[in-house]
Nanobody, 124 residues
């Protein structure tokens, strides 16, 4: 049974930081690229950052470059998103995905898993 469990979201003031975690189980974690996506109210879900299975390559959406870092610990089957200098426009539900490529596109329908999401709210 595949599980992706996100944690680490919450309310933070502008300029603050959060570290999101996504604990995975039920599939060959180190074989799959992992990514973080977000969906703000009234908007479509979109890619934030992605990382290859071995962690050697990453990709970030332009709006978070220099402020966010995606990383993974294959021994713990966990992927992280460190977010710094947060802005109100970063407010969204953040979702972890397993199996999409570095641009956030599904590679195969066999591996395209989503977590339940974690709310990030940036507000003073």
């Amino acid at each position: 049974q595949v599980q992706l469990v996100e944690s680490g979201g919450g309310l933070v003031q502008p300029g603050g930081s959060l570290r999101l975690s996504c604990a995975a189980s039920g599939f060959p974690f180190s074989y799959l690229a992992m990514s973080w996506h977000r969906q703000a109210p009234g908007k479509e879900r979109g890619l934030v950052a992605a990382i290859t299975g071995a962690g050697r390559r990453t990709n970030y959406v332009h709006s978070v470059k220099g402020r966010c870092t995606i990383s993974r610990d294959n021994a713990k089957s966990t992927v992280y998103l460190q977010m710094n200098s947060l802005k109100p426009k970063d407010t969204a539900v953040y979702y972890c995905n397993a199996g999409r490529d570095l641009t956030g596109v599904p590679i195969t329908s066999q591996y395209d898993y989503w977590g339940q999401g974690t709310q990030v709210t940036v507000s003073s």
